[in-house]
C-alpha cells in the first residue's frame, strides 16, 4: 500500500519561500510513470492543483502559480518537494501530495495533508 | 480552461435516503477523465470514481457515477452515517487538474 507523508514548517513568514517534502512509502517514485503532485486547500475552501512531477523530471504548474512555484523529485531520498516562493497569506492552505493512477489521471493516493500558515 | 459548477451547494437527508449530485463542466470534457472524491473533515480527500463511473477499490456500491459531455452525477443510495462529508468533482485535462466547489451533504 502506497503512503505518502507531508513535512515541513507550518509557518512561514510573508514574502519568504514555503518549502515542504513528501516522503513515500510502499512505492517508488521512479516505478510506474506516475505523477506525483501538491494539491493545496485553504481552509473553507474546495482542494487546488498547484503542479506535478514525474520521476523523469518533467514537470507541469497550474498557470496562477507558475512563476513561484518549483516541485523537485529526489529519486534516492523517494522523495519530492515543493517549492513556493514570495509567500502572502493568500498561501495560507493545508497543503498534500498525491498520486495519480499510472495509466489514468485520478488521484488515487494523498498524503494526510500540512497546515502551513503564512503570518509574520 | 474547464470550469466545474457542482450543485447543490449543501443536500441535507436522512440516512436511508438517496442522493444525487451534480457536476456540470463549462465545455465538453472526456468521461475518461472527471472523478469524484469524499472528503471528511480533518482528512484528505478520497479517491470515489473515475472515469466518470468507474468505483475505486473499496468503495460501496451504493456510490455511482454517470454522465457524459457536461453533465455528471455521483448518486448515493440509501444514505449511510459516514456517507455525510463533502464531495468534489474533478478533472484532468490540458495536463492539469481542476475541482469543482463542492457539495456538502449533511444530516436532515
Known amino acids: 500500500q502506497v503512503q505518502l507523508q507531508e513535512s515541513g514548517p507550518g509557518l512561514v513568514k510573508p514574502s519568504e519561500t514555503l518549502a515542504l517534502t513528501c516522503t513515500v512509502s510502499g512505492g517508488s517514485v521512479s516505478g510506474g510513470g506516475h505523477y506525483w503532485s501538491w494539491i493545496r486547500q485553504p481552509p473553507g475552501e474546495g482542494p487546488e492543483w498547484i503542479g506535478y512531477i514525474h520521476h523523469s523530471g518533467g514537470t507541469n504548474y497550474k498557470p496562477s502559480l507558475k512563476s513561484r512555484v518549483t516541485i523537485s523529485i529526489d529519486t534516492s531520498k523517494n522523495q519530492f518537494s515543493l517549492r513556493l516562493t514570495s509567500v502572502t497569506a493568500a498561501d495560507t492552505a493545508i497543503y498534500y501530495c498525491?498520486?495519480?493512477?499510472?495509466?489514468?489521471?485520478?488521484?488515487?493516493?494523498w498524503g494526510q495533508g500540512a497546515l502551513v500558515t503564512v503570518s509574520s | 480552461e474547464v470550469v466545474l459548477t457542482q450543485s447543490p451547494g449543501t443536500l441535507s437527508l436522512s440516512p436511508g435516503e438517496g442522493a444525487t449530485l451534480s457536476c456540470r463542466a463549462s465545455?465538453?470534457?472526456?468521461?475518461?477523465?472527471l472523478a469524484w472524491y469524499q472528503q471528511k473533515p480533518g482528512q484528505a480527500p478520497r479517491l470515489l470514481i473515475y472515469?466518470?463511473?468507474g468505483r475505486a477499490t473499496g468503495i460501496p456500491d451504493r456510490f455511482s457515477g454517470s454522465g457524459s459531455g457536461t453533465d455528471f452525477t455521483l448518486t448515493i443510495s440509501r444514505l449511510e452515517p459516514e456517507d455525510f462529508a463533502v464531495y468534489y468533482c474533478?478533472?484532468?485535462?490540458?495536463?492539469?487538474?481542476?475541482f469543482g466547489q463542492g457539495t456538502k451533504l449533511e444530516i436532515k
Open positions: 465545455q465538453t470534457i472526456s468521461i475518461s477523465y
Open positions: 474533478q478533472y484532468y485535462g490540458s495536463s492539469r487538474y481542476t
Open positions: 472515469g466518470a463511473s
Open positions: 498525491a498520486r495519480d493512477g499510472g495509466f489514468s489521471p485520478q488521484l488515487e493516493y
